[in-house]
Each structure stands twice: as structure tokens, then as C-alpha cells.
């Protein structure tokens, strides 16, 4: 069974600060999905990575796959407001996708 | 541009009642996924459909669950004497393959609440 452990659990700033949230496998990833979900809805895709080491950027966001694809982590800068919500990864590969437990994130005006 | 759609958005049975939660697929997607969601807890997959075929329902509870997708219209969920213990979230998500290296969208959640 592939144990997914994402980090911190929670996770409360201020607008305008950075932060880095992780996301840690005792297994190798294929590849590796990151989705952030609001309140009351239901998650949203952001981007998928798939090569060791690679680092995707998204606006403000910046994606790394670690370079073992045992690990990934999601950088934001300058959070806002609109950033608030709760930030998934799943790891994909030939079985079920398997979610982490999520960071709740909430970024503070 | 219609994406995952899923009803109802909310859902309010009595024990022993049965649920039914329909989600239709985005256009083009022929593979649907079900997930639950407790509260304060992670998405945990329940089963994986194609049109007519029950591909994978290995997180599906043996007993009162049951999932179709029927050639045509929407999947179809179905939770029957339900309990207290089934209050959740219910996403679905659809992806154009099967194989989930390809990624997969999700509706916007049945919210079940069972009285």
C-alpha cells in the first residue's frame, strides 16, 4: 500500500507571505497530480508532473517533482485570499488514484 | 463547455432510505470514478467505471453500494438502507482513459446527510 503524507496539515498566513507545502511518498510516482477543492466544492486539476525533477510554474505557483518521483511540493508567492482552500496531491500510476489527507491552507486579508 | 456534473448537490435521506447520486461524465470521458469524502478527511477512491463495466470496486463497501454506468445516460451511485455512518461528501470524476496516469475532473459533490 503506498503511504502519502502531505505537510504541513494546516496552514494559516497572511496575504502577501510565500509558502511551500510538501507532499511525500514511500513509494516511486509515475507521475503526480496536485488539485487545490474550495469549500463545498469539488477539487480542481492544476497541474499534472511526470519527470524527475521537473518544475512546473503556474502563475504564482511553482510545482517541483522531486528528482526520485518520491516527492513533490507546491510553492506560492505572494498568497492571496482567493488561495484559500484545500490542496491535494495524488499520485498516478496503474492503480485507484490515492489521495493525500491535504493541506488546508488560509491565507488571511 | 460543460464539465462533470453531478445531482443532486444535496441530499437528505432517513436511515434505511435509499440514496441514488447521478453523475454525467464531461463530453467525450467514457471513465468515471466515484469518491468519499468525510469531513476533515481525504477523497478515498470507491470504484471505477466504464460504459457498462465495473472496472475496479475495490473501495466500494461490500454491502448497500452498488455503482452502474449504463450505456446510456448518467453513472448512478446507489446507496441502499442507508445509515448515519454514510454522511459525505460523494465526488465524481470522469478522465478520457482508463488508465489513471491520465487525469481526472471532478464534479462539483453530492452532499449526503443522513437523519
Known amino acids: 500500500t503506498q503511504l502519502l503524507e502531505q505537510s504541513p496539515q494546516f496552514l494559516s498566513i497572511q496575504e502577501g507571505e510565500n509558502l511551500t507545502v510538501y507532499c511525500n511518498s514511500s513509494?516511486?510516482?509515475?507521475?503526480l497530480q496536485w488539485y487545490r477543492q474550495e469549500p463545498g466544492e469539488g477539487p480542481v486539476l492544476l497541474v499534472t508532473?511526470?519527470?524527475?525533477?521537473e518544475v512546473k510554474k503556474l502563475k504564482r505557483l511553482t510545482f517541483q517533482f522531486g528528482d526520485a518521483r518520491k516527492d513533490s511540493s507546491l510553492h506560492i508567492t505572494a498568497a492571496q485570499p482567493g488561495d484559500t482552500g484545500l490542496y491535494l496531491c495524488a499520485p498516478s500510476g496503474n492503480t485507484p488514484l490515492v489521495f493525500g489527507k491535504g493541506t488546508r491552507l488560509s491565507v488571511i486579508a | 463547455n460543460a464539465g462533470v456534473m453531478q445531482n443532486p448537490r444535496h441530499l437528505v435521506r432517513r436511515r434505511g432510505q435509499e440514496a441514488r447520486l447521478r453523475c454525467s461524465p464531461m463530453?467525450?470521458?467514457?471513465?468515471v470514478y466515484w469518491y468519499r469524502q468525510l469531513p476533515e478527511e481525504g477523497l478515498k477512491f470507491m470504484v471505477y467505471?466504464?460504459?457498462?463495466?465495473?472496472?475496479?470496486e475495490s473501495g466500494m463497501p461490500k454491502e448497500r453500494f452498488s455503482a452502474e454506468f449504463p450505456k446510456e445516460g448518467p453513472s448512478i451511485l446507489r446507496i441502499q438502507q442507508v445509515v448515519r455512518g454514510d454522511s459525505a461528501a460523494y465526488f465524481c470524476a470522469s478522465s478520457i482513459l482508463g488508465t489513471n496516469q491520465y487525469e481526472q475532473y471532478f464534479g462539483p459533490g453530492t452532499r449526503l446527510t443522513v437523519t
Open positions: 467505471l466504464q460504459k457498462e463495466n465495473i472496472i475496479d
Open positions: 463530453k467525450g470521458h467514457s471513465h
Open positions: 508532473v511526470v519527470t524527475g525533477g
Open positions: 513509494s516511486v510516482f509515475s507521475s
